[in-house]
């Protein structure tokens, strides 16, 4: 099975700030890399798809990159809406990163 | 955009069995892929398996893959993961998701339409 490996696994930050994350996958997976944000109580909600596509009505501060093994989601200006878990998925077969909280 | 709706909340005795179900309205089940993802108290997302819509073909994940069986009934639209020999750590929020392929290749998909979650514990 294709491994995920997230980092960090947490993160504090400021309103303002710009947020990076980082996926890495154990092998090549090409551009086959979803990113999500779950709040607390809620199902997951996608935001990139094909590794920098960015999903329609979701804001542009959210941008993802990368491809092979190594993907980044990046948040330019932290909004407060943006205080979340956040995950990245391999769609090459099907496994989860193990999250990123994102705590004020 | 359709929705999925997921049966209540389940308290089981462990070696016991759950079967959720998740109902699809407003769009066409038989074109799609329904996966089943849970969610540990506090923990990530692990994927569980999927059943396509059209014709019941499954894959499953490793570590469960010997303990559940996903069934759909197209007649009423619903999708069913049914787990079994429940353990402790089957604690969890269920969840069905159906998958959207954006290319034309079997690994250009994501997730898009979540259930609301069904939370199954498991205890004695």
């Known amino acids: 099975d294709i491994q995920m490996t997230q980092s960090p696994s947490s993160l504090s930050a400021s309103v303002g700030d710009r947020v990076t994350i980082t996926c890495r996958a154990s092998q090549n997976i090409r551009n086959f890399l979803n990113w999500y944000q779950q709040k607390p109580g809620k199902a997951p909600h996608l935001l990139i798809y094909?590794?920098?596509t960015l999903q329609s009505g979701v804001p542009s501060r959210f941008t993802g990159s990368g491809s092979g093994t190594e993907f980044i989601l990046t948040i330019s200006s932290l909004q407060p809406e943006d205080f979340a878990t956040y995950y990245c998925q391999q769609s090459y077969g099907v496994t989860f990163g193990g999250g990123t909280k994102v705590e004020i | 955009q359709g929705q999925l709706v997921q049966s209540g909340p389940e308290m089981k005795k462990p070696g016991a069995s759950v079967k959720v179900s998740c109902k699809a309205s407003d769009f066409t089940f038989i074109n799609t892929v329904i996966n089943w993802v849970r969610q540990s108290p506090g923990q990530g997302l692990e994927w569980m398996g999927w059943i396509t819509g059209y014709n019941g073909n499954t894959n499953y994940a490793d570590n469960v893959h010997d303990r559940v069986t996903m069934t759909t009934d197209t007649s009423t639209a619903t999708a069913y993961m049914e787990l079994r020999s429940l353990r402790s750590d089957d604690t969890a929020v269920y969840f069905c998701?159906?998958?959207?392929?954006?290319?034309?290749?079997?690994?250009?998909?994501?997730?898009?339409?979540w259930g609301q979650g069904t939370l199954v514990t498991v205890s004695s």
């Open positions: 094909g590794a920098s």
């Open positions: 998701v159906t998958a959207y392929y954006y290319d034309n290749t079997a690994h250009s998909h994501y997730f898009d339409r």
